[in-house]
């Protein structure tokens, strides 16, 4: 029987879900292949094959994501973690945030202060 004119000698590649934070996959192929993402090998990527987490593969020239795929069908995601660096950033971020606020609140207003010089300025006896 045939198999409708679709050979799987070429890689069969689908995209199930590529968005910012998550990419999902679904590759066919009747040899091992290395698949190359268009994606920086960022170590806060976490992919998966069949399952299995996998380190993958970059390019030397330009970082980009290499994954070394079995033969058969496999399913592949890659999902973007929290890292220490990115947490850290972001409680300095809301402590600076914080910070800066109080300061604000802080300062004496403009007209409060010239309201306070005009009065100390000005007094009247009522004797």
Not at 39 to 54: D, E, K, Q
């Amino acid at each position: 029987s045939t198999n409708s004119g679709t050979s799987l000698a070429t890689p069969q590649i689908s995209i199930v879900k590529w968005t910012a934070q998550e990419k999902q996959l679904q590759v066919t192929s009747a040899a091992p292949l290395k698949l190359k993402l268009r994606l920086l090998n960022y170590p806060a990527w976490r992919v998966t094959i069949n399952g299995h987490t996998v380190t993958p593969e970059r390019t030397a020239e330009t970082g980009q994501m290499v994954l070394p795929v079995a033969a058969g069908s496999s399913t592949i995601s890659v999902q973007f973690a929290s890292t220490a660096d990115r947490v850290a950033g972001g409680i300095l971020s809301i402590v600076s945030s914080c910070v800066l606020l109080l300061f604000i609140a802080a300062m004496p207003t403009r007209r409060s202060s010239e309201a306070a010089n005009t009065s100390a300025r000005f007094s009247a006896d009522p004797r």
